[in-house]
């Protein structure tokens, strides 16, 4: 069952030398969740070519420049939450369903 919630706090961290993120997501209904960011939802907010190329092995002070733009990318963000294997994940709103509204 997919839910909706806000992210009050994120952070990216190193998971066996890989770049991961975490939030803790408000509900709504006074539930607090801590949710991971799939790689491919976090390779099109914060594309990997814009700050290594194609470096592959990154030194770990590259962290302490990703982590604020991932909290300024994404905290305060409305997020689709879901469940799989005991673990939330979370992923931002789809453009699918917004239509523009003609002048």
Known sequence: MAL???IKTIQAFLDRDRLRV????????????KAYLPDRELSALLPRSILTGKIK?????????????IRRLAAGRNVR???YEQQY???????????????
Request: net charge negative; charged share 20%.
């Open 4 to 6: 909706n919630g806000n």
């Open 22 to 33: 975490a939030a803790q997501v408000d509900t709504g209904n006074g539930e607090i969740l």
């Open 57 to 69: 092995d990154v030194p770990r002070e590259l962290l302490s420049t990703i982590e604020p733009l």
């Open 81 to 83: 939450l879901w469940q």
């Open 89 to 103: 994940y979370f992923s931002f709103l789809s453009w699918k369903n917004v239509r523009f509204l003609s002048d």
